[in-house]
């Protein structure tokens, strides 16, 4: 495995950790390899070193001397400058004689690089039909970006061999959410418009852009979390029942809910779509600066670090029911969840709740937690027929007392083994740009700036205007 972008903080954070740990979990043979490939100048100590600090603050205390000695033995590292082909002579050598073995070369560099990599990787003759590569996001900025990156890694690899990698999809809980659809006769009669009244999608960040401010400043929240992550859990959660667990049955399925979107165009776009910008505020009990003054960020950005839309899928399953998607940086809390709202009894014959919590729901979150909640209605004990919220609560490490796998462990591993299923295909990748980029051309046409929202708060007021106006609420506010 070469993990290009070798010294990168998604390696460090993510890749090198989630490797530690299917090492000691006995899943990784003792003669694999693991290269750091970056542009800096290293040696194998110093690189081990960079390696050891990163897995010990991230893994915390799950670290162990004794699984580190025994990782450490397949980690190595490599200089490699992406757009030199002579440096990709290095990586030849280092594989020479390993032809018949999975290699696995993971792009986390920024998508411009995509296309070099892997035409350096070809000229250096180290491709072989047992190869993969998985590509990291965002994918380009637009349709014909994200088109000419597909061309040029597609040029080197077959789409067999091309792994998209978002890792929400590789989160326990949404691996539950289709058990949940497709394991189960209870659930399937009620997923469909007529049953269900609305459905939520939050994925909240309480960080801001950290160190990320220049890519960042460049992409905004709609390229970088809404055209991947959200729409990629609105198609689990709004697809119809696959033929198999085939991997191409389960994407098939997922492409024809992002082609079934109802375009967001024009005056659309003004009213079914919020943007917004965090100012300063405070964020878990510490004070926290505003957008602008953040290091790489221009004074004078128009960025949005929120956003917030109703989503609408034209198909008899669906039609009439709204997917509210949210996501932004600086918000009240840490949260990634999914919300269904069922309709209520059709004639109520019981002293009831007021409204909202009259409503029936599902709420499958993803963090901090992974768990799912049912809300039903019961008896409050007492005389009367008074009925009173209760939850039936799924809590996936209590209940399975073990540790769930991190996103990247499952991936990386998927990977290896060649399950394409949780990764996107190109032409799922293509239906996602065509949604998205009607939405920035709008913004652009009416000149739609970002609404200001105070860091630590739920996002813009205009958010909760959005949903409010069909007469509903974020499951926050409830």
């Known amino acids: 495995m070469l993990l290009f972008g070798g010294t990168g903080d998604l390696v460090t954070r993510k890749l090198l950790p989630a490797l530690y740990r299917r ?4 899943q990784i043979a003792g003669d ?3 290269y750091g490939a970056a542009r800096s100048a290293l040696s194998r100590a110093e690189y081990l070193a960079q390696a050891q600090t990163a897995c010990r ?8 001397q004794g699984h580190w000695d025994r990782f450490e033995r397949l980690l190595d590292y490599v200089k490699v400058d992406a757009a030199a082909a002579a440096d990709f002579r290095a990586v030849a050598a280092l594989l020479a004689g390993r032809e018949r073995i999975v290699r696995v070369f993971f792009y986390s560099t920024a998508s411009n690089l995509f296309g070099v990599i892997s035409e350096n990787l070809a000229k250096a003759g180290v491709v072989t039909p047992l190869s993969r590569v998985v590509l990291e996001k965002p994918l380009g900025h637009d349709v014909a970006s994200a088109d000419l990156i ?9 789409e067999r061999q091309i792994f998209r990698i978002d890792h929400y999809l590789g989160k326990e809980a949404v691996q539950n959410l289709m058990a949940l659809r497709f394991g189960n006769a209870l659930f399937e009669p009620l997923w469909r418009r007529g049953l269900i009244r609305h459905v939520q999608i939050t994925v909240a960040e309480e960080l801001g852009v950290e160190r990320r401010g220049r890519f960042y400043d460049a992409t905004g929240a709609l390229r970088d979390m809404m055209q991947n992550h959200l729409l990629q859990l ?3 959660m709004a697809m119809e029942p696959p033929a198999s667990s085939d991997p191409d049955a389960v994407r098939d399925e997922k492409l024809k809910v992002l082609r079934a979107l109802r375009p967001l165009r024009d005056r659309d776009v003004l009213t079914k779509t919020v943007r917004g910008q965090y100012k300063a505020g405070v964020v878990g009990g510490t004070p926290v600066a505003g957008y602008l003054d953040e290091a790489d960020i221009s004074p004078d950005s128009t960025t949005e670090t929120f956003v917030s839309l109703k989503a609408e899928i034209d198909t008899w399953r669906w039609a009439g029911v709204p997917f509210y998607l949210r996501t932004g940086k600086r918000l009240q809390q840490q949260l990634t969840e999914l919300v269904v709202t069922f309709d209520d009894v059709p004639h109520p014959i019981f002293e009831r709740p007021p409204p909202p919590e009259s409503a029936n729901s599902l709420v499958i979150r993803l963090q901090p937690d992974e768990c799912i909640t049912l809300t039903i209605l019961a008896k409050n004990p007492g005389e009367g027929m008074r009925l009173k919220p209760v939850k039936l609560a799924l809590d996936l490490g209590e209940t399975f007392k073990t540790r769930s796998l991190d996103a990247y462990e499952r991936l990386l591993m998927d990977t290896v083994n060649g399950n394409l299923t949780l990764f996107m295909r190109r032409d ?10 009607p939405i920035i051309a709008g913004w652009n ?3 739609e700036r970002p609404k200001s929202y105070i860091a630590g708060s739920w996002g813009p007021a205009a958010s909760s205007a959005l949903i409010g106006r069909d007469g509903f609420e974020w499951h926050d506010d409830l």
């Open 23 to 26: 090492c000691a979990a006995g």
């Open 32 to 34: 694999s390899r693991i």
């Open 57 to 64: 603050e991230f893994l915390g205390g799950e670290f162990d």
């Open 150 to 158: 597909n061309q040029q890694v597609g040029a080197v690899f077959a």
């Open 234 to 236: 609105l198609c689990i």
């Open 428 to 437: 799922e990748l293509d239906a996602a740009w065509r949604w998205i980029d």
């Open 445 to 447: 046409a009416f000149d």
